[in-house]
């Protein structure tokens, strides 16, 4: 075994401790009996019998995840059909205004991407609700989608494409029957993205939401500007667990596959 | 002698030589330019049915495009390519009787090794059985059949390369392409798998066009090569007459390892010159074209394993030098004696080293005797 440094201990104590801190106090206080959330009264887990019982506040996480699989889904469709056009398609008339104007929501601040989605919708007489978010949604999540998937197209071998055509594929049936199932990954860590980060966005969903259609992000944010209360907290631990299993089967499950496919090739090899 | 069998007299494989035979591929006059760049020249150039044909040359000399087009990923810019009479430019490459064998092989690693044979077939909407019946074969072909189940990242580099091959041998192409099918593999396991791709192209008679930048790899396979360069071919040849008659120097020197010697030809004879080279050296005498004019320029070609290395003059030699020793490199088989000859002129001689120990009497500075008969070389013009 080998020692941990003095040096290294400080500074990963540190650092967990700067990250993970205002977490653990919040986990803590979900089970905190007292209706004060500053004042520790005792161990007790009915803030998230509250939870389940509130109606406002469940509407809001059955619309949060409607929007974020539809705007996710239709952001990798059309991330990867322009990643692809953008990768595979050459030289053709505007692909730098293309490019550009693709990773353009990448940089632009929330609030001018919501303003101006607002106006848009306004314009064209849209009312707002969930369909205008899962539009604004799919706007930005599909850059994300794009970027994602262009790089690992980028570094796919072309003749792999080329042996799909010259063995009888036509381009469809390449994409669909090679290229595709190769770049799976790519194309489910951008859809990944794309449900992540409408998950938790609140400013471009507080442009474009409605009255009768609330994110989850939009109701806590209201909620907590009235004060903070328990339920909050009991309600944020339970996204925080959602996150931390998903995180760790993905990467669990990722580092596997690479020890696998090294020891087979290992094998291979001998 | 009569309980053995006679070896029946076999047809020469030459159907370059009939001018009755069709060509299966005909270049005419093809161009491609890529922008400002001319990849390939105004090339016109038959290959036969059932040829291992080589496209031999260095990396930007054109022979890659070549394949290309005829693979379907290329057009030509110029002229026509035709397969079996029919013009192949409006033909996508899908739809073409054509299989290629990449360089890096292509394998689908999504797909295990029988899957991937089995590709081209579904495409064909083949039945089940016949599919199955087909890769079965393929994998026998390749002795391939332990490792139908797995993936391409669990097999050897060598096994990989049999799996392309089976894939684009698979759909029994007209026309198999190889780019650099060998490239990736060490010597060893390149020189066996050399013979195996003969044999295999032998057993199923398919016609094969392999690139190569590989000399070596080309004479081995190939029933004729194209030396190529700057996107024209500048010789068409069996591989024993691109050796030993090139046809200009660039192709002597391309081909395997050769003294190049400037010098100006006087005829001597009906089919007879002497080269001279150098005013303190005798002229070499050499057969020579009836239409080489006197005076001219020529460069003479001649391979060092032509050419005897001896301490004394021998008597029936037309062509002997003396020179002095300057380099030996002893390879084993061979050992290889760099000699200068009066006037500056270096000369390479290889000689086989046919018994242990033996040709040790040379070393370095001695004067030795260098001979070789008048065909042993070529007169070149160009």
Known sequence: MRRVSWFNLTSLTFGFAFLYLPMVVLVVYSFNSNKLVTVWAGFSTKWYGELFRNEAFLDAAWVTLRVALLSSTMATVLGTMAAYVLVRGGKFFGRTLFSGTLYAPLVMPDVILGLSLLLLFISIGLDRGMVTIVLAHTTFAMSYVAVVVSSRLVSFDRA???????????????????????????????????????????????????????????????AVRLGVSPEINALSSILIGIVTVGVLTFSISSKRAIMKRMREENRAET | ??????????????????????????????????????????????????????????????????????????????????????????????LRPVNMMFQSYALFPHLSIWDNIAFGLKRD??????????????????????FARRKPHQISGGQRQRVALARSLAKAPKLLLLDEPLGALDRKLRED??????????????????????QEE????????????????????????????????YVADFIGDVNLIEGTATRTGEDRCSVRFAEAADPITAECTADLSDGIAVTYAIRPEKILVTADRPADRAN??????????????ISTYHVELPGGQMIKAAMTNSTRLDRRDFTWDDRVWLSWRETAGVVLTE
């Open chain 2, 320 to 333: 002997a030098l003396e020179g002095q020793i300057i380099d030996i490199g002893y390879l084993g088989n």
């Open chain 2, 218 to 249: 080309a004479m081995t396979v190939a029933s004729r090569i194209a030396v190529m360069n700057h996107g024209k071919i500048v010789q068409v040849d069996t591989p024993a007459r691109i050796y030993e008659a090139p046809a200009n120097a």
């Open chain 2, 125 to 146: 909407k083949l039945p089940k059985d016949k599919i199955a019946a087909r890769v079965e074969e393929m994998l026998r072909l390749t002795r391939l059949e332990k």
């Open chain 1, 160 to 222: 792999l494409e080329e042996a799909a055509l010259d063995l009888g594929c036509t381009p469809l049936d390449a994409f669909r029957s090679v290229t595709l199932p190769i770049i799976a990954p790519a194309v489910i860590s951008g859809w990944l993205l794309g449900f992540t980060l409408s998950l938790d966005d609140l400013v471009i969903a507080s442009f474009t939401s409605g009255p009768s259609s609330t994110t989850l992000p939009i109701k806590i944010f209201s």
């Open chain 2, 1 to 94: 002698m009569a309980d053995k069998p006679r070896k029946l007299p076999q047809e020469v494989f030459a159907p370059w030589e009939d001018p009755e035979a069709k060509p299966l591929i005909q270049f005419r006059n093809v161009t491609k330019r890529f922008g400002e760049f001319t990849a390939i020249d105004d090339l016109t150039l038959d290959i036969y049915e059932r040829e291992f044909f080589a496209l031999l040359g260095p990396s930007g000399c054109g022979k890659t495009t070549m394949m290309r087009m005829l693979a379907g990923f290329e057009a030509p810019t110029e002229g026509q390519i035709l397969l079996d009479g029919q013009n192949i430019a409006p033909v996508p490459p899908n």
């Open chain 2, 193 to 214: 798998t050399q013979f195996e791709l003969m044999d295999i192209q032998e057993k199923t008679g398919t016609t094969f066009v392999i690139v190569t930048h590989d």
